[in-house]
């Protein structure tokens, strides 16, 4: 039942993309060898592929069936292929390069291997903040990638290096301060068409400054009805 219900959110989900390729789907896969779980992410790659991210696979589709992509993971001293776990995100940059964060951490697509990777350091070592629960990843109008989530914060860092460029840091004893006030419960990072760079969590909207680093806090307004309603926010978008 489950693998019949998959196949049927796929198909509306696909058939609004797919007709670029002049091709109707096959649906091969039937799932019996890899368990998606729940789709969480829906991804078009500029070559046309479709990335579907979900609790417990990575898949591609390329108008004809589905390929399982798996992460390289360090196991008892050992390289391993295993499946990511909990998908929350994924994002194509300016070069073409498709990153994916996780439950598990951040991944980078390597297309030699068509597998996903570890950012690493020059010397090879990977950071352990690339091993921890993100919620999301952008490219920021300066190249830079940002990356958010619980226990994370923001980190901003250099995807040629993997270098850390800044981390976000909250005074304790200023608990007033909008970055205090963020709590490092990061849900969603957007870049609007005027290039701002805004941030969602639990807390409220925030509006962010790279030059200086500082953040804006915005809270409902009570006596303005169009204020927003709420201050938990799970993502964002602009309109036309």
Known sequence: MYSKCMHLILIIALLAIVPAYGVMPSFETKFEDISPG?????????????????????LRYDAYKFRNIQSIEQRGGVAKAVNPYYITDMFEDSTGTLWITSHKGLYRYDADQEMLVRPKNEDG????????AMQDIQELPTGEMMIGGDGLGLVIFDRKTSAIIWRQ?????DTNSALAVLERTIQRIFIDSKQRIWVANNKGLNLFDRKTTGMTLF??????????ADNALLSLAEDK
């Open 125 to 132: 070592s990977i950071n352990p903040l690339f091993e921890i």
């Open 219 to 228: 809270v409902p307004n009570p006596d303005n009805p169009n204020s927003k």
């Open 169 to 173: 840091q909250t005074d304790q004893a």
């Open 38 to 58: 729940e789709i969480r992410v829906i991804l078009q790659d500029r070559q046309g592929f479709i990335w579907l991210g979900g609790r417990g696979a990575v």
